[in-house]
């Protein structure tokens, strides 16, 4: 993307700033390119994280791991991300968007197909660690389309951009349900007592750096909660509220969770440009811990899925809002050097949540892991309220100084 401030003359009496010129063609055939480039790779990544859902149980119940282990699959593919969300960015921001993109897809699907063949639990965090540092280029795909839309209408292309991630949730959700519960079902049991009888080895700124280590915590949070507060196995819930079912991860309800992207998607078009980013966050913020609220005590299976639905409603607009937010704030010549630094320094909340979404649920302390939620997701909405910039209708600026 080139100077904000550069002028282009189409005539001899007219000239125009980037922001003007893509403001007058509109959007074209060339965007609606990047539009399903990016958004491939959107779904790609979207996959991957929710693989995190489903990795984590399955490989607990087949490989005997203990909670804190199961936590760490997840927790080493935030550090990854950590790392690679500040690398991938200065690489975008230096040599191209194109290039830094498709640098990240390759390392993320190198590393994803190793990691299907891993045959120990240390070979595995490896693999998925280098699955985070190539996840770490989301930012990219992102700051690389927005900067291609005419500025009134940005805020609902981004969510037009975000229906990939939601759309890649669903694949994964729909694969596993399909595939890895009927596989599971059938072939895991005999599969681990062959493996025993050989006895193999296996054994924005500042502020927004702030926010998006709450956004991520708590969207990848909830999902995790999905799948461990109705696990057929959970010795914590009361034999009243136990489903009868007995698989070891709830597929079905992670499935029926994903489609509340759907909503939360509509709902972030309708808000994002008519109530400014700001508002749109901290309202979603607040409702969201009204759904989380009743989860404070142990609840029937279907009504924890219900509230849950909720909650991932919520979470999915400030989520998506956030991913508009961020890239607006930073000038074009740092734009996904600075995303990529809030989104790093936000995988220290994903790091952190696998031990509050698994951990603290297997230790039959429910209670204590949705208060901490939902004292983050409170704290999140207040802050928000606080930000010095709104950023909706604004032309991307160029310069540090055009953004105060």
């Known amino acids: 993307?080139?100077?904000?401030?550069?002028?282009?003359?189409?005539?001899?009496?007219?000239?125009?700033?980037?922001?003007?010129?893509?403001?007058?063609?509109?959007?074209?055939?060339?965007?609606?390119?990047?539009?399903l480039y990016a958004g491939m790779g959107w779904v790609s990544e979207a996959m991957e994280m929710m693989l995190l859902s489903f990795?984590?149980?399955?490989?607990?119940?087949?490989?005997?791991?203990?909670?804190?282990?199961?936590?760490?699959?997840?927790?080493?593919?935030?550090?990854g991300m950590l790392v690679g969300a500040y690398s991938w960015g200065f690489v975008?921001?230096?040599?191209?968007?194109?290039?830094?993109?498709?640098?990240?897809?390759?390392?993320?699907?190198?590393?994803?197909?190793l990691s299907a063949f891993a045959p120990n639990f240390i070979?595995?965090?490896?693999?998925r660690c280098l699955v985070g540092i190539g996840l770490g280029g989301g930012p990219v795909l992102s700051s690389w389309f927005l900067e291609f839309i005419p500025a009134p209408n940005r805020g609902t292309w981004m969510v037009v951009f975000s229906a990939f991630w939601t759309l890649g949730t669903i694949l994964e959700a729909s694969l596993a349900w399909g595939f890895i519960g009927f596989i599971s079902c059938m072939v895991v049991k005999i599969a681990i007592r062959i493996v025993r009888s050989y006895e193999p080895t296996l054994p924005k700124r500042s502020r927004c750096c702030r926010i998006d280590i709450t956004t991520g915590s708590q969207y990848y949070g909830l999902v995790l909660l999905t799948t461990e507060l109705n696990n057929g196995h959970n010795k914590c819930t009361p034999t009243e509220l136990q489903s009868k079912e007995s698989h070891d991860v709830s597929y079905r309800d992670v499935f029926i969770t994903s489609f509340a992207e759907f909503p939360g998607l509509l709902i972030s078009a309708a808000i994002v440009d008519k109530l400014g980013r700001k508002l749109s966050?901290?309202?979603?913020?607040?409702l969201c811990c009204l759904f989380l609220l009743p989860l404070v005590f142990h609840q029937a299976p279907g009504l924890t899925t219900g509230l849950l639905f909720g909650a991932r409603?919520?979470?999915?607009?400030?989520?998506?809002?956030?991913?508009?937010?961020?890239?607006?704030?930073?000038?074009?010549?740092?734009?996904?050097?600075?995303?990529?630094?809030?989104?790093s320094v936000g995988r220290i909340g994903g790091m952190v949540c696998p031990l509050v979404a698994v951990s603290l649920v297997h230790g039959c302390h429910q209670t204590t892991a949705v208060v901490l939620f939902e004292l983050v997701i409170f704290l999140s909405g207040i802050s928000v309220l606080f930000f010095p910039f709104e950023t909706k209708g604004r032309e991307l600026s160029d310069s540090m100084s055009d953004c105060s």
Request: with cysteine.
């Open 1 to 35: 993307m080139g100077d904000e401030n550069q002028t282009y003359t189409v005539d001899e009496n007219q000239t125009y700033t980037v922001d003007e010129a893509i403001l007058a063609v509109g959007f074209g055939n060339f965007q609606v390119l990047v539009l």
């Open 55 to 79: 990795v984590g149980p399955a490989v607990q119940s087949t490989w005997g791991l203990s909670s804190h282990e199961e936590s760490l699959i997840t927790s080493v593919v935030f550090a």
């Open 92 to 113: 975008s921001d230096k040599y191209g968007r194109r290039k830094g993109f498709l640098i990240t897809a390759m390392v993320t699907a190198g590393a994803g197909f």
């Open 123 to 127: 070979s595995l965090i490896i693999f």
């Open 281 to 286: 966050m901290s309202a979603m913020f607040f």
């Open 313 to 343: 409603i919520c979470i999915t607009s400030t989520f998506t809002i956030v991913y508009i937010y961020a890239p607006e704030i930073y000038p074009t010549s740092v734009r996904t050097t600075g995303v990529g630094v809030a989104s």
